[in-house]
């Protein structure tokens, strides 16, 4: 029987497995930041451990860095006492850290695969969540917690139990207007928030392969959302030419080797899935989510549900949803009003999604009482779109480019969004307060955050679109 | 090292009836900027909990006198969200050894496992079983062993086994730690570098 793309990465990665016992994985890269770091450091120091390979630990301030006036030292105390414990802690523990003012700061998600950190069949690691990103590039990648932050400093390996696997085919054209955000906020939609526990899950599909890697970074970093344990695709062309001649790419013979293993990791015909999925890309409308969690979401022309379409014993956890975002049964949110645009954050801050909302902004302006914040996702994107004069473009529409860091998608850091203000945010999650306290956050693509920042309310982006074509 | 010990417990347990808690609103990110693992406690639930000004909200549970015990008993899909390890911190720095739920997120299941808080998969049925045995008596005994992999209502008898990963079940009963295990099989991990 052949194997699925997730089992060859895993099987070369395994360095003990015994029976009873989680296997021993060996971690490639291990992503580290200010957040979720500093008690596994603490844990080192009292067993009195190095970090085992420091070499292969990479690390970056993101979370509570401000995103306006950088150079200046962070206002809040923690924040900033935070960001310095992690200074020191690269320092004593000889890692690579890329702080604030470092060309390669960002948020952990963008700068390894814009640095090239970030490659085919390896496995890597972060104390955080959306490290399912770094699967688009047919890796393996886990989000884990604190305690295994410290594992994988002190051995370089993380026990874990191999998940079952899930496949889900994307198939056919999107409409014009729907992208990568659109896709997984469906196939979200689709399954619920909990839809994906306890999977590893390879996404398919023509609709996939036809995704730039920012796209498919998108896709697979939403995977946590449905509760996978990871997200990966199967690398292509698209994923070879985008690694190629990165900063810590592989070069010359390297290069050729790696390639010739890249271009042997995709699933077998025969291989098994636990669960296999598919969606028609035809189906899918802009997408955007009315409730608290991202499973909660519709296409921008439908309809909230009614509370009664729901069984009785989730009804009560609907209501509840319902009432902190001031919704009500059957309401459309197409043309309601809205009080901030946030594009940004892990899920949509590559140069690919600022050249789309650039180049739909071009020559228009936000609607007054909007505030609207477009933050790179790191130091290199910000200069990129800097050099494209993307900036000028966004200052001219009432969007100013902020600087690189996690910004308003989760409230820790100075960009929160006011109690009881909707925003429409191109980030991954809707929780209650994720933005900030009482905060109401609506989930969707970059170009529909742009196009309702212009308006000043939810927007069918597809609207503006067809307008523009008769132009 | 040594990581907290559980093995059985018999105590009344606090009611959390909502679906899809996440771990934002367990603990929201802003009061994640501690740099050790103490305290976390006070901010568990903080937004349900407190009001804009800091003062509880009466309608809480965990504000209920009538409401108290070492089991956290919520709504399916527990944990989901963030990687945040502060969740099962904050839980357990407030006073509970375990959660209760008919689905646990993978992230937080791992992660309260290896912080000696034990989370228990329940049926829907069985769940919703302890809800109205609470709800019914508040001082309610919820019994948990893990050793037999069994959580009882005492009152009625009604008892349901759970699934725990047999490794984790060793480590939380004998407090033994997962570093520790990988330490002892560092030579193949050395191995492993070497023949790569």
Redesign the interface.
């Known amino acids: 029987m052949g194997q699925t793309l997730f089992d060859k990465i895993w099987d070369?990665h395994v360095?003990?497995s015994a029976e009873?016992?989680?296997d021993?994985l060996?971690i490639d890269t291990h992503f580290i930041h200010e957040?979720?770091s500093?008690?596994a450091f603490?844990?080192l120091r009292?067993?009195g451990?190095p970090v085992?390979r420091p070499k292969q630990t990479v690390a970056t301030a993101d979370?509570?860095v401000p995103t306006w006036d950088q150079h200046l030292p962070i206002k809040e105390e923690?924040?900033r006492?935070?960001v310095d414990?992690l200074t020191k802690n690269c320092a004593e523990f000889g890692i690579e850290l890329y702080g604030l003012g470092h060309p390669f700061q960002g948020i952990v998600h963008v700068i390894g695969p814009e640095l090239g950190v970030t490659r085919p069949g390896c496995t890597y690691v972060c104390?955080?969540?959306h490290?399912s990103t770094h699967g688009a590039f047919g890796a393996i990648a886990f989000?884990?917690?604190?305690?295994?932050v410290?594992?994988v400093l002190?051995?370089?390996?993380l026990?874990q139990?191999r998940?079952k696997r899930m496949k889900i085919e994307v198939n056919g054209k999107l409409q014009n207007g729907v992208g990568a955000k659109d896709i997984i906020l469906y196939i979200i939609s689709k399954i619920s928030?909990?839809g994906g526990?306890?999977y590893a899950v390879e996404y398919a599909g023509d609709t996939i392969r036809s995704l730039s890697m920012e796209g498919r970074m998108t896709i697979c970093n939403m995977s946590?959302?449905m509760?996978a344990?990871c997200g990966l695709i199967a690398p292509d062309e698209t994923t070879i030419n985008y690694v190629k001649g990165r900063e810590f790419a592989p070069k010359g013979e390297e290069w050729d080797k790696a390639v010739a293993y890249w271009q042997t990791l995709y699933s077998d015909e025969d291989a098994e899935f636990d669960s296999v999925l598919r969606f028609n890309a035809e189906d899918i409308e802009p997408m955007i989510t009315y409730g608290?969690?991202p499973?909660m979401g519709i296409g921008v022309t439908q309809h909230v549900p009614e509370t009664t379409s729901f069984d009785v014993?989730?009804q009560?956890?609907y209501k509840?949803a319902l009432d902190y975002m001031g919704l009500h049964d059957d309401e459309q949110l197409l043309g309601k009003p809205i009080d901030y645009v946030f594009i940004g954050s892990c899920t949509n801050s590559r140069i690919e999604d600022l050249r789309q909302v650039a180049d739909f902004v071009k020559g228009k302006h936000k609607a007054d009482g909007v505030t609207v914040w477009v933050v790179p996702g790191s130091k290199q994107v910000q200069e990129q779109a800097i050099r494209e004069g993307l900036d000028k473009i966004f200052d001219a529409a009432g969007f100013p480019l902020r600087e690189p860091g996690c910004s308003a998608c989760?409230?820790?850091n100075e960009d929160k969004i006011p109690?009881g203000k909707y925003c429409v945010s191109t980030s991954n999650?809707n929780?209650?307060?994720?933005q900030g306290?009482?905060s109401r956050t609506f989930l969707a693509s970059p170009l529909t955050a742009a196009a309702s920042a212009i308006t000043g309310k939810v927007t069918d982006i597809r609207e503006f679109l067809k307008e523009e074509e008769l132009v | 090292m040594a990581t907290k010990i559980f093995k059985h417990i018999q105590t009344s347990a606090v009611p959390l009836p909502i679906e899809n808690i996440d771990t934002d609103q367990i603990i929201p990110a802003r009061f994640l900027k501690a740099t050790t693992r103490d305290g976390f406690g006070n901010n568990l639930f903080r937004d349900w909990r407190f009001d804009d000004n800091d003062h509880p909200k009466q309608d809480f549970v965990l504000n209920n006198p009538l409401f108290s015990g070492k089991v956290l008993v919520a709504g399916k899909n527990f944990g989901c969200g963030s990687s945040r390890e502060h969740a099962a911190w904050a839980i357990s720095d407030y006073g509970f050894d375990a959660v209760v739920s008919s689905f646990f997120a993978d992230i937080f299941k791992g992660n309260a496992l290896n912080n000696g808080l034990l989370p228990v998969q329940v049926s829907d049925d069985f769940l919703q079983k302890i809800f109205d045995a609470i709800y019914a008596d508040h001082e309610t005994q919820i019994e948990i062993d893990l050793q037999d992999q069994f959580i009882k209502i005492v009152a009625t008898g009604e008892q349901e086994s759970f699934e725990v990963n047999p490794y984790k079940k060793a480590c939380m009963i004998n407090g033994y730690d997962d570093i520790d295990y990988i330490l002892s099989q560092k030579d193949k991990v050395e191995q492993f570098e070497a023949v790569r």
């Open positions: 070369a360095v003990s009873g016992f989680p021993i060996y957040v979720t500093p008690q603490d844990g009292a067993r451990l085992f979370h509570n923690l924040s006492y935070q414990m104390g955080d969540s490290t989000g884990i917690g604190t305690s295994q410290e594992q002190a051995t370089q390996c026990l139990s998940p928030a909990a526990t306890g946590i959302e509760g344990r608290t969690n499973g014993k989730e009560g956890s509840k989760l409230g820790m109690a999650r929780f209650e307060g994720r306290p009482n």
